[in-house]
DNA sequence: TCTTTTTACTTGACACATCAAATATTAATT
DNA sequence: AATTAATATTTGATGTGTCAAGTAAAAAGA
């Protein structure tokens, strides 16, 4: 069997979907993290740490760690360091829990809000901006598309 | 006007279906590409790494640093140091190029092919398993819709 | 109650990404 | 030809992610 330039074998129509699926998930959210970071870091945070804020604002209330690191889907080691970066800005402060002493508890601070405040527009304005070309029927079919591909995850 | 949880305003259903569209493509990419890594560093390289000998092999020719960068979505700098990692390990080689000899002209070496070869069925098997729920007309729209969201980016 | 196991973090080592600044070399200009 | 501008890479500093180990405290079990 010949092969394709250096390839070692033809993949299957199924295959070739499959790969191009996951190439595609990948490749956009390199480009969309790009963008966003572009938006965010001038603003003297990274995305990441814009995430962390974002959740601790939606939460409403302080979180422990572990919890962070799992809505961030992240290990708990590099949260570790984000929180560490975030609260020498003063952004957010950490409480040794009361209850469970292993917690450390993790709140925004008020500059933090003002600093999500001030992000609010010009994130939401991205958002738009990356899927603008798809109308909402395809952006709900896109938003399910993902969902199911998460859901049927192996180990997951 | 009374605010949600400490989120500063309501979101249209438009922004809705927007910041989901990329919150979605963002979670999806890190669970995935956790996934390729677990099955690929156990061979001793790291996903960036088996991009890169990937793309060397498809392109059946030496290439330049900069060209494995464009096809990586990726700066300069982080492509030299991930060159530096696989030319350590002896799985490409660099050789400065004689036509304009700022450029360094990278090749796989066979070993790189060799692992490369032992490495082809997992990762195409993984590749479906991350999209076993999803038919082919199915993938195809997902295909599609991150092809229109990255063909619409501003600024690329 | 005392030991063992299981959490919740934290720290150390390493891979990797980006920006900014240096190098080397080629292309453009004057 | 000499000077200036642009290009291809490399290096240094910083942020972040992972794994492996270490620490501290709560939960389980004998």
Do not use: Y
């Not at 603003?43 to 572990?66: C, D, K, S, W």
């Not at 933090?112 to 738009?128: F, I, S, Y």
């Amino acid at each position: 069997m010949k092969t394709v330039k250096g390839s070692s074998r033809r993949l299957t129509a199924r295959e070739k979907t499959a790969q191009q699926s996951v190439v595609g998930i990948l490749q956009t959210a390199d480009e969309l993290s790009r963008r966003f970071a572009a938006v965010i870091e001038p603003h003297g945070i990274t995305l990441q740490q814009f995430n962390v804020l974002r959740i601790l604002r939606g939460a409403g209330e302080p979180l422990p760690t572990m919890e962070i690191g799992a809505r961030m889907i992240q290990k708990a080691p590099g949260i570790t360091r984000l929180l560490d970066r975030l609260e020498k800005k003063g952004l957010i402060e950490r409480v040794r829990g009361t209850d469970d002493r292993r917690q450390v508890f993790c709140a925004i601070r008020s500059a933090g809000l003002a600093l999500l405040r001030q992000l609010d527009a010009p994130v939401a304005a991205l958002d738009e901006r990356c899927v603008a070309p798809l109308g909402m029927g395809q952006r709900e079919r896109l938003i399910q598309l993902l969902a199911s591909v998460r859901k049927g995850l192996p180990g997951g």
